[in-house]
């Protein structure tokens, strides 16, 4: 027994020695001899390749990130981060959090003198909290938010970041929004990829939109991020209607990655629709994910889901339809990648509702605080993140493995696949 936990011990930690000492011992070992088992379980880093930490609490002193495995000599500005972190501050309309921060990105490190080249070395974003109203919070530290975070945080680890909801509050996102404006500036400028997400749903309001030829202006013309006017103005409605009874509901986001890179991925168990899925699901609220056809193919014939290949005047492989969102057998295959995400409805509400204390009183609690009524319209920008995080990790990973050498001999049709990288050396 004690060996085979020796065994698990150097297993989990991936290494012969734990926290610098000596791992279990044998079963002749002495009890002095043995050293609890030690688990690496912080899950605040992300990726593989390029590497993301997130820092920091709702009601803390800043929030922020640090990015490491970023290509050396890649142009990135604090305008182009900034950008991206003003489209995910709260108070943008009446729809939204009226939490007022101004949500200013400070790059530390990983830059030239020229504050826009990177180094090659960790590059740390922080954004100070400013608007802070811990005093809200009072009614939640004894009693538990039904559907939110504050219960299971408290099971796992007996306590908890009561003000704003520390680590579970969305603004843990920031370090991810800004670490995905990096990520975007990689794919961009390495084959020319655009990653637009959309809100497509809210309650039962649906957008119709043309995937092809939709802008980020237009996502952006409405406080909604819809570039469907008329569901917009709709959905907008829907939001404002649950916000002025102290409800709150939830939607869907669509996400299209125009010009993807062929070949990301890495299965079996590194697919990338398996690390979109892992991605996007850690976002706060999000229930739901779905590529391709989703749970729709589930549906079909298989000579109605299949995409006929053919061969385009470019001499590339495509297909003629995208049932597959762009992935197949793990590996991105050229054509977009279209996925989507739902949100439940937020947690914190104002309306009272049945819940138990730390105490395990039962208790009705009507909740204080500064919460959007649907998260959707400012969870654009994060999905967006999170995708870009994942196809720029995976980027590299497919550079390292399938590019170093001469693609001259590489068989299959598609010759373009073959020099999709060659204006990167």
Do not use: W
Not at 115 to 144: H, K, W
Not at 205 to 229: G, K
Not at 302 to 323: C, K, L, Q
């Amino acid at each position: 027994m004690h060996a085979a936990l020796d065994m698990g011990c150097q297993a989990f930690t991936g290494m012969g020695r734990v926290g610098g000492r000596a791992p279990l011992q044998g079963r002749g070992a002495g009890p002095r001899a043995r050293n609890p088992l030690v688990v690496q379980a912080a899950g605040n880093t992300f990726g593989h390749s390029f590497r993301v930490t997130t820092f920091g609490e709702s009601h803390g002193g800043g929030v922020g990130c640090v990015v490491d495995g970023v290509p050396p000599r890649l142009s990135i500005t604090k305008e182009a981060i900034q950008y991206e972190l003003d489209r995910r501050r709260p108070g943008q309309s009446r729809i939204t959090t009226p939490r007022k921060e101004s949500d200013t990105a400070e790059i530390l490190s990983g830059l030239a003198a020229d504050r826009q080249t990177t180094l090659g070395t960790p590059i740390c974003v922080l954004v100070r909290n400013a608007d802070q109203r811990s005093g809200d919070y009072a009614e939640m530290e004894a009693a538990y938010r039904p559907s939110h975070a504050d219960a299971t945080y408290d099971f796992k680890y007996g306590i908890r970041a009561v003000a704003g909801g520390g680590r579970s509050s969305a603004r843990e996102t920031i370090g991810r929004v800004a670490a995905g404006a990096i990520a975007k500036k990689l794919l961009h400028e390495v084959a020319g990829t655009e990653i637009l997400a959309y809100v497509s749903r809210v309650r039962d309001v649906e957008a119709v939109v043309d995937q092809e030829t939709m802008t980020h202006e237009q996502i952006e013309s409405t406080p909604v991020r819809c570039p469907d006017p008329d569901s917009a103005g709709r959905m907008y409605a829907a939001i404002d209607e649950v916000r002025t009874r102290g409800e709150s509901c939830g939607g869907e986001v669509t996400c299209v990655v125009r010009r993807c890179p062929k070949g990301l991925g890495q299965p079996v168990f590194g697919k990338l629709e398996a690390e979109l899925a892992a991605a996007l699901m850690s976002l706060p609220a999000s229930k739901g994910f779905e590529i391709g056809s989703g749970f729709s193919g589930s549906r079909m014939l298989g000579s109605e889901h299949n995409d006929a290949f053919y061969m385009a005047p470019d001499g590339s492989v495509r297909t003629r339809t995208n049932r597959s969102g762009g992935v197949q057998g793990g590996i991105s295959n050229g054509e977009d990648v279209v996925l989507r995400l739902a949100f439940k409805p937020t947690a914190t509400i104002t309306a009272r509702q049945d819940t138990v204390n730390r105490s395990g009183e039962d208790i009705q609690l009507a909740a204080r605080g500064r919460h959007d009524p649907c998260v959707v319209p400012r969870a654009v920008p994060m999905v967006e993140a999170m995708v870009a995080l994942v196809l720029a990790d995976a980027l590299l990973q497919h550079y390292g493995q399938c590019e170093l050498l001469p693609r001259s001999s590489a068989a299959g049709a598609d010759v373009p696949s073959h020099t999709q990288f060659s204006h990167a050396g």
